[in-house]
């Protein structure tokens, strides 16, 4: 008896010395079957998982892939960038009906032509950008979809006034001699109003100490973008205020040969926000993000406690060291401003979601004298909720929106939007089986 | 009689012995069950396989016939409809196996090459 019960154990393969030929009992081809034949089942699904999520995805890239190349075949614009997100549904054989769960799909592509590699955006249009094309609801059994599209740009045309001639080195350290243009006849937003910075035809102002600068330099700021990004934006404005931070990114950016002085570059002062002067003046259009930086806390001892090691520009970071909250382009401090308080550290698309899984599944028996009969029915539904945050700041000529105020706050016009998508579908069988 | 019957129906009833008796031809019909299911399965995962590799090659192919059509710099314009809700991107769809090597890649009868129109 303990001997049978010690095979079964083992599924009836004998062990030990003997015929080596396994005995059968009942039921034991049809048992292993049964426990195999549950992992073959598994192995199915997260094969038909697998490939129809890796069919999805080279689908999207491929299609994204595509726009991107039509959009930079525009001769006037030689960049394009696309985005896709889809959600998809993936049938899965180890769920009730197989009916499976949602997955994102992502892709993204950017196309730039040789020929437009040095070239400078001239108009809102050739400015950098993405078109996002977001999948809003899909419908597997009424096989509809809709797709909302924002196109959002990730610079814009940002204007500072009365940049002395000698000023111009550091703009071109941080901002790149490519993104900048000197002021030279029209009105601000011609685009025919604008000329390469090695150009002498450039607009000059006479500044009451006898010196001449620059009427107007126009750059094409990331920070000024619908979306951009904390880093670079940090990045950028600490270049600004703090000459040995300036000093270090200068150095390492150096090519061989270079003859860059970078502290003496570093060490000229732009518009304001600069090193020496927090406050935006309007009147000359600095770097508003920068506007009212704070530099690293000193320790307090005892007890030894930092308050904030690190340069703070609240208009990027949406606080002040003193608690103040800030309208500002990200917020880490719990709310943007006193209206909007909502924690938003990046901009664009956000991929942490929430989704709502709703799952009606029904079955109906009917027997008579002469039949039995089914019905079964199964109708689900996935709703994602994800947020798209960007900025509102640029007007129909690519430049960006200066508030009547004048005050660097207003300048942050960031919106949160909330992208809902669905997706839906419904199985339904019926089987009559006479009697 | 009745020893023949349980075979018929692979002897699904437990024994009241000690020990278990063998049963002739017993693993033989279990066997063929059992691998009749077995190839089922295995036909099922085949079939999902190539399903699959079918889509790859069909979406392979419209892709390369695209590459012409979204590269051309002619015409000189692409316009982006900016701004819009609810547009479906129907244009340089590329699509799998289930539509064959059809491409939803319409050239338009206007001058204006827009790859996001819902129509042409």
Redesign the interface.
């Known amino acids: ?1 303990t001997k ?1 019960k010690f095979k079964n154990l083992y599924l009836g393969f004998r062990l030990g010395f003997g015929s080596g030929i396994s ?8 048992v ?2 049964a426990v195999f ?1 549950a992992f ?2 598994i ?2 699904g997260v ?2 998982s697998y ?2 999520k ?2 999805f995805q ?2 999207a890239q ?2 994204v892939f ?2 991107a ?3 930079a ?5 030689g960049i394009g960038a696309a985005m896709i997100l889809e959600d998809r549904a993936i049938p899965d054989p180890t769920t009730m009906f197989g009916i499976g769960f949602t997955a994102p799909i992502v892709a993204s592509a950017s196309v730039q032509r040789d020929h437009m590699m040095h070239a400078q955006p001239v108009d809102e ?1 050739s400015l950098s950008g993405t ?1 996002m ?1 977001i999948q ?1 609801s899909r419908d597997g059994s009424e096989e509809t ?7 959002y740009k990730t610079a814009a045309f940002r204007v500072e006034y009365l940049v002395p001639k000698e000023n111009l080195d550091k703009y071109r350290e941080i901002f790149g001699s490519s993104l900048l243009a000197l002021k030279s006849g029209g009105s601000i937003e011609d685009q025919g109003s604008w000329a390469s910075t090695s150009d002498d035809e450039a607009d000059m102002t006479l500044l009451e100490n006898g010196s001449k600068a620059y009427t107007a330099i126009r750059i094409i700021d990331t920070c000024s973008g619908e979306i951009s990004d904390y880093d670079t934006c940090y990045t950028q404005a600490r270049q600004l205020v703090d000459p040995e931070f300036c000093k270090r990114k200068c150095e390492l950016a150096k090519g061989p040969g270079s003859d860059t002085d970078c502290a003496s570059v570093c060490n000229i002062e732009t518009n304001p926000p600069n090193q020496t002067d927090r406050i935006y003046d309007d009147l000359k259009g600095g770097a508003w993000y920068a506007a009212d930086w704070e530099g690293p806390q000193p320790s307090v001892a005892p007890p030894a406690v930092q308050v904030n090691p690190n340069y703070n520009f609240p208009y990027l970071s949406g606080y002040k060291n003193d608690g103040t909250i800030v309208p500002a382009l990200f917020s880490f401090s719990g709310a943007r401003s006193a209206g909007d308080p909502v924690k938003q550290m990046a901009m664009g698309l956000h991929s942490d979601m929430t989704q709502n899984v709703v799952r009606n599944e029904s079955m109906a028996k009917t027997e008579t004298t002469g039949a039995i009969s089914t019905q079964e029915d199964a109708v689900w539904t996935d709703t994602l909720n994800r947020t798209l945050v960007h900025q509102d700041n640029i007007n129909a000529n690519g430049f960006e929106k200066i508030p009547a105020s004048g005050q660097p706050g207003d300048f942050v016009n960031v919106r949160t939007r909330n992208v809902v998508s669905d997706v839906s579908g419904s199985l339904s069988q019926a089987q009559v089986t006479v009697k | 009689m009745k020893e023949k019957m349980s075979i018929k129906i ?4 437990t ?1 009241r012995g ?3 008796r ?2 002739s031809g ?2 033989t019909l ?2 063929t ?2 691998l009749i ?2 190839v089922i ?1 295995l036909m ?2 085949v079939k ?2 190539l399903w ?1 590799n079918e ?2 090659v069909h ?1 392979q192919v419209s ?1 390369e016939n ?1 590459r012409v ?5 002619s015409p ?3 316009s ?10 129907q244009d ?5 196996a289930n539509g064959g090597t059809e491409v939803d890649f319409n050239e338009p009868f206007n001058a204006t ?1 827009n ?2 129109a819902t129509s042409n």
């Open positions: 008896m049978v005995r059968s009992y009942k039921g034991q081809a049809l292993e079957l034949g073959f089942l192995l199915l094969l038909l490939g129809l890796y069919n080279q689908k491929m299609t595509r726009r190349l039509k959009i075949s525009d001769q006037g614009r249009d078109v094309d809003t979809q809709a797709w909302m599209r924002r196109i | 692979l002897n699904w009833q024994d000690q020990a278990i063998l049963r017993q693993a279990e066997l069950v059992a299911l077995i399965l099922a995962g999902v396989f699959l889509g790859l979406r892709y695209t059509a979204a590269g051309n710099t000189e314009t692409v982006l409809d900016a701004y819009l809700d609810n547009v479906e991107p340089l769809v590329i699509r799998g090459f790859i996001f």
